[in-house]
């Protein structure tokens, strides 16, 4: 789980992983997709409209609703069922702390008991959710005046001189991944070359993971340090070396192997499967189901990883050769 080296970002990841997203423009308001499958989050909600990280769990981490939420609604599925009710319960929990935090179940209430691990990208996703919610539904909450909020609560944490955000008001650091979720949501150029300048390590041709001088460059572990290098594809990020689909196959050709054989053990990392699947490799989307969907809502399963189950194709037979899979 994440020491505060790399922002704790595991610590995310202890209370459960910290994924990417993967993006594409918003077409049409949250929610109101007619045509669109329905968004099942059984299991991850109640009453209250809490959305939990992990099934039936106690811990409520906005990050993971948010990225949840959001990836659904850009990849066609339905989630006003979900929209609502969950922006009015993060708006009573915002608006009582003051900042955005981490949630733990006492019989059947919630109560704040952390910190928020990544400040810049679960404003700039709490941002985009309220921005895009029909307007029916923003006059039910007091929709303007969080929005004015979470903008300049975002605002505060970008770095003078760098353009580029910190994790929280605590941490001074900024992780390249939080930085790529900001843009993906509120896409500039200015940012975008930004980024590219603060993180790019043109002499060993890889993006830094953090500006932490003692984070390890470059480091060797599979999070945070891989998939730092396939995030940009997660959110359809305007740079990469040798363009997307060479940068993909790279990383599939270093880093396959150690991905699909973390389902059971560790974190599936779903949203690389969406990666996948967005550049057309079938094979390793149907490897990653027949590995990862026998661990569906058991510990390690996030609800994004259900969102992702949700997105993807069936996995119908024949199914693959597990010599393929590796």
């Excluded at 939990?52 to 409520?60: E, I, K, L, S």
């Excluded at 944490?157 to 790529?180: A, C, I, R």
């Amino acid at each position: 789980m994440r020491t505060r080296g790399v922002m704790d970002r595991t610590s995310r990841h202890g209370t459960l992983l910290r994924t990417g997203l993967a993006v594409l423009a918003c077409s049409a308001a949250l929610g109101t997709a007619s045509a669109a499958p329905k968004l099942d989050l059984s299991g991850y909600t109640d009453a209250s409209g809490a959305i939990t990280v992990q099934h039936r769990g106690d811990t409520v981490d906005p990050y993971f609703a948010l990225q949840a939420l959001w990836l659904a609604q850009t990849r066609g599925l339905d989630i006003s069922d979900h929209a609502l009710p969950w922006a009015r319960w993060l708006a009573q929990h915002y608006t009582a702390a003051g900042h955005l935090g981490r949630y733990c179940k006492t019989g059947e209430a919630w109560h704040w008991c952390k910190a928020p691990d990544g400040d810049d990208a679960s404003l700039a996703l709490w941002l985009h959710l309220l921005r895009n919610l029909p307007a029916s539904d923003r006059q039910q909450i007091p929709a303007d005046a969080l929005q004015g909020r979470a903008e300049q609560d975002l605002q505060q944490l970008q770095v003078p001189g760098q353009g580029v955000y910190k994790v929280s008001p605590h941490w001074p650091h900024s992780l390249f991944m939080d930085n790529l979720e900001v843009w993906s949501t509120l896409p500039s150029q200015r940012l975008s070359e930004r980024i590219r300048e603060v993180f790019w390590d043109a002499k060993l041709g890889l993006f830094r993971v953090s500006t932490q001088a003692e984070h390890p460059h470059p480091g060797q572990s599979f999070y945070p340090d891989a998939t730092a290098q396939i995030y940009p594809l997660l959110v359809g990020y305007p740079w990469v070396p040798d363009g997307p689909e060479q940068h993909y196959r790279r990383w599939m050709r270093q880093h396959r192997r150690t991905w699909l054989q973390q389902a059971g053990h560790e974190f599936p990392w779903g949203l690389i499967a969406v990666v996948a699947w967005q550049q057309g490799d079938s094979d390793t989307v149907r490897c990653w189901q027949q590995r990862a969907l026998p661990f569906r809502h058991r510990f390690f399963w996030t609800v994004t990883d259900e969102v992702v189950a949700q997105l993807l194709p069936p996995l119908t037979p024949p199914l693959p050769n597990p010599k393929d899979c590796q």
